[in-house]
């Protein structure tokens, strides 16, 4: 009797490692500054620091508009989870959650003139650009594509 099967059950645990490999989610760390000629943006200046550090997100975004004024919003936490928010001493909540390779960001229960938005975050493969689209749910509105460069360290 031959091993002609050997082969290909050696593979198998190189296949499912590298499955496995490719279902983990990405690691968004970094600190991101929108690249304003590839975004839909009104002349905002925005960076992103990010901490992604097991299942925990640590998010911090500061915008500052043309006038100057700038803008700061946070939060803390896990995948999974529904956490408070801040932004601009406005107080939300946002949950999230990865889908396949994008981390989802849901923002609600912010204050009644707010929107209820949804951000998506996806990362090329080379891991120095990061795209987000930002979309009003509630009410509804446009959609904006953002480009983030991560800064080098």
């Known amino acids: 009797m031959r091993c002609t099967y050997l082969p290909a059950l050696l593979a198998v645990p ?9 279902d983990s989610p990405p690691n968004f760390s970094g600190t991101w500054q929108l690249d304003t000629t590839n975004s839909q943006t009104e002349g905002q200046a925005v960076t992103l620091t990010i901490q992604d550090d097991s299942g925990k997100i640590d998010f911090k975004r500061v915008s500052r508009d043309k ?30 959650w990865f889908n396949g390779g994008a981390l989802a960001i849901l923002k609600t229960d912010g204050p009644k ?21 930002c979309t009003h749910i509630d009410p509804s509105a446009n959609t904006a594509n953002l480009v983030f460069r991560k800064k080098s360290t």
């Open 14 to 22: 190189c296949l499912v490692s590298l499955s496995l490999a490719e």
């Open 67 to 96: 006038d100057g004024k700038e803008i700061t919003a946070h939060f803390s936490c896990k995948t999974g989870a529904q956490c408070d928010f801040e932004e601009g001493g406005q107080k939300a909540k946002v949950t999230l």
């Open 113 to 133: 003139e707010d929107a209820v938005t949804q951000w998506k975050l996806e990362l090329s493969p080379d891991k120095h650009t990061l795209k987000v689209e």
